[in-house]
Nanobody
Framework: QVQLVESGGGLVQPGGSLRLSCQAS????????MGWYRQAPGKQRELVAT???????NYADSVKGRFTISRDNARNTGNLQMNSLKPEDTAVYYC??????????????WGQGTQVTVSS
């Protein structure tokens, strides 16, 4: 069993910054990719950013230049640095990871989500 726990959400003014963290724990052989998704009220969950085990990153157009995804493979953690936040960034942010629990078996896992609210 694998657990993902997000932290770092909160209330911030427009133009401010937040740093989200995702800690993976449990029966982890290795982590393939890690990603951040978000879901605003009344909208579908959307991809924000992903990062592979090799460090290749992908961003949604709406966050390019403002958000930076990173990971620490030794600590099984992932981070999302969010700068120049806008009200439209308000959403519940979810961490997702593709985790190998053995050398040949991988499953996707989700965290419980952390609320980010951008408002003056």
């Amino acid at each position: 069993q694998v657990q993902l726990v997000e932290s770092g959400g909160g209330l911030v003014q427009p133009g401010g910054s937040l740093r989200l963290s995702c800690q993976a724990s449990g029966s982890i052989f290795s982590i393939n990719y890690m990603g951040w998704y978000r879901q605003a009220p009344g909208k579908q969950r959307e991809l924000v950013a992903t990062i592979t085990s090799g460090g290749n990153m992908n961003y949604a157009d709406s966050v390019k230049g403002r958000f930076t995804i990173s990971r620490d493979n030794a600590r099984n953690t992932g981070n999302l640095q969010m700068n120049s936040l806008k009200p439209e960034d308000t959403a519940v942010y979810y961490c997702k990871a593709s985790v190998f629990t053995t050398w040949s078996t991988a499953h996707d896992y989700w965290g419980q989500g952390t609320q980010v609210t951008v408002s003056s």
